[in-house]
């Protein structure tokens, strides 16, 4: 079995988040493909296997299957894109019928997907305390344009934006009672993010309910905030998204979210061969 490692969302041909990714005739039973990913020991590795139309994608984390990641459907798309050439693939993930166009530039291949459906919601007061103590923040570190809100795209996400870039650099918490807090309220990671101008966004993600302290390339997560965004009236157009400096594997992420309320996100982004 080949166990490919790409990373995603790379800049300027460095940093980005590794994946592995597993392209086969069928997927292993589950309990290998968890031990798979945890021997990767990577965010996410996805294993790919050919239908009719396209391809059965699934997801695991070292700890758990996830139902979508975006950095490992970018680099699924590159090694796509490298095995069968350029052009768009179909995807059908556990809860979602999804799709990644595969590209080649600048000597590098890259992959655009779109997104699952996306959806927000307000967070109950008490939940959004509880997460507020993790990270040792508070009311006032928050940024008062854009609500906390509970975010998807694919994937359940904890949407905190911050009022300075500051607080952001300076992000920290401690990872069992992050773990237990994700797994209790379902959010695959906790999104804190930057505003700064109106095109560009920094981000960072706690992922400690599936067993990384931090993320530093969420594509999913990316989806979900854009879908927010959108729906409550508070971006229009395409932004960039730049994650992982502080981790020193900085990323960057294009993100558009397409017309209609609820409706898909295209997010975007350079690959590299890990060695």
């Given amino acids: 079995m080949d166990i490919l490692k790409l990373a995603s969302f790379t800049r300027d041909g460095t940093g980005g988040n590794p994946a592995g990714v597993v392209i086969g005739d069928a997927h292993p039973e589950q309990a290998v493909m968890q031990e798979i990913a945890a021997q990767v020991g990577f965010s996410e590795t996805a294993f790919a296997a050919p239908t009719d139309n396209g391809f059965r994608v699934r997801y695991f984390a070292p700890q758990a299957e996830v139902p979508f990641c975006g950095h490992a459907t970018i680099a699924l798309g590159a090694a796509l894109g490298a ?31 779109i997104s699952p459906g996306t959806s927000y919601a307000p967070v109950d007061a008490a939940v959004l305390n509880s997460f507020l103590s993790l990270f040792n923040l508070a009311q006032s570190d928050l940024d008062p344009d854009i609500s906390p809100a509970t975010v998807n795209g694919g994937a359940q996400h904890l949407l905190l934006a911050l009022g300075r870039h500051k607080t952001l650099q300076n992000m920290s918490y401690d990872f069992d009672a992050g773990a237990a807090l994700m797994q209790k309220h379902g959010f695959v990671t906790v999104n804190l993010v930057h505003r700064a101008p109106p095109g560009l966004i920094f981000s960072r993600n706690a992922f400690a309910g599936h067993g990384v302290y931090e993320d530093p390339a969420t594509g999913a997560a990316a989806a979900a905030l854009a879908g927010y965004l ?8 395409p932004f960039e998204v730049v994650q992982g400096v502080e981790m020193g594997s ?14 898909c996100v295209a997010v975007s982004g350079a690959t590299r061969v890990m060695i």
Avoid: P
């Fill in 250 to 263: 900085a990323s960057l992420l294009h993100v558009e979210a397409l017309k209609g309320r609820g409706a």
């Fill in 83 to 113: 095995a069968y050439g350029t052009g768009q693939y179909n995807l059908a993930l556990n809860e979602a019928e999804i799709s990644v166009e595969a590209y080649w530039q600048n000597g590098e291949w890259g992959a655009k997907l």
């Fill in 230 to 237: 959108r729906d409550a009236g508070l971006q229009s157009g």
